[in-house]
T-cell receptor
Framework: KQEVTQIPAALSVPEGENLVLNCSFT??????LQWFRQDPGKGLTSLLL?????REQTSGRLNASLDKSSGRSTLYIAASQPGDSATYLC?????????????FGGGTRVLVKP | DGGITQSPKYLFRKEGQNVTLSCEQN?????MYWYRQDPGQGLRLIYY???????QKGDIAEGYSVSREKKESFPLTVTSAQKNPTAFYLC????????????FGSGTRLTVV
């Protein structure tokens, strides 16, 4: 069964510093891995989707890498801003899982201090 | 704009009552999902449906029921058998294949009063 872990659970950085968020998964047979952002009391907003054949995806200040052999994905946020404060979740779809089900990590709660 | 609409945003349930959460999508996605989110426990899958008139139990289906009569709609009923229903409920949709991600709705917060 796929397990997804995100460490640390919480992170606080000063504005302008680069953010590095880690995600590890136990089953390397994944279709894709997706990073989401969640603001308090809100739904999930998709940030980046990395297909199993890709090693990274970029969107603006965000870059996500995927290393299936080590079971890791990393989300980089360059030049952090207070508006980046949120919870970031990674989730993967295992090839072996029926129904294309997404398995989530517990999230990393980020606070960017002005 | 395409997306997923969940309603209501807030819902209050009395003890012993059944309540239904609405989820509608106009993305033409085949699959739809219901997740429950509790503080400190992350998201857990309740039910999912890959095609109209078919659905499967997720990890925590007890006390919940669903239907999928239309491709666009996947309502979730929280029955009186669900002993701890207070949570944040999220609906999502997706298509099959590695190049498709999930799209989520804005959620419904259910509280037992």
């Amino acid at each position: 069964k796929q397990e997804v872990t995100q460490i640390p659970a919480a992170l606080s950085v000063p504005e302008g510093e680069n953010l590095v968020l880690n995600c590890s998964f136990t089953d390397s047979a994944i279709y894709n891995l997706q990073w989401f952002r969640q603001d308090p009391g809100k739904g999930l907003t998709s940030l980046l989707l990395i297909q199993s054949s890709q090693r990274e995806q970029t969107s603006g200040r965000l870059n996500a890498s995927l290393d299936k052999s080590s079971g890791r994905s990393t989300l980089y946020i360059a030049a952090s801003q207070p508006g980046d404060s949120a919870t970031y979740l990674c989730a993967g779809v295992s090839i072996k899982a029926a129904g294309n089900k997404l398995t989530f990590g517990g999230g990393t709660r980020v606070l960017v201090k002005p | 704009d395409g997306g997923i609409t969940q309603s209501p945003k807030y819902l209050f349930r009395k003890e012993g009552q059944n309540v239904t959460l609405s989820c509608e999508q106009n993305l033409n996605h085949d699959a739809m999902y219901w997740y429950r989110q509790d503080p400190g426990q992350g998201l857990r899958l309740i039910y999912y449906s890959q095609i109209v008139n078919d659905f499967q139990k997720g990890d925590i289906a007890e006390g919940y029921s669903v239907s999928r009569e239309k491709k666009e709609s996947f309502p979730l009923t929280v029955t009186s058998a669900q002993k701890n229903p207070t949570a944040f409920y999220l609906c999502a949709s997706s298509n099959q294949g590695s190049n498709y991600g999930y799209t989520f709705g804005s959620g419904t917060r259910l509280t037992v009063v």
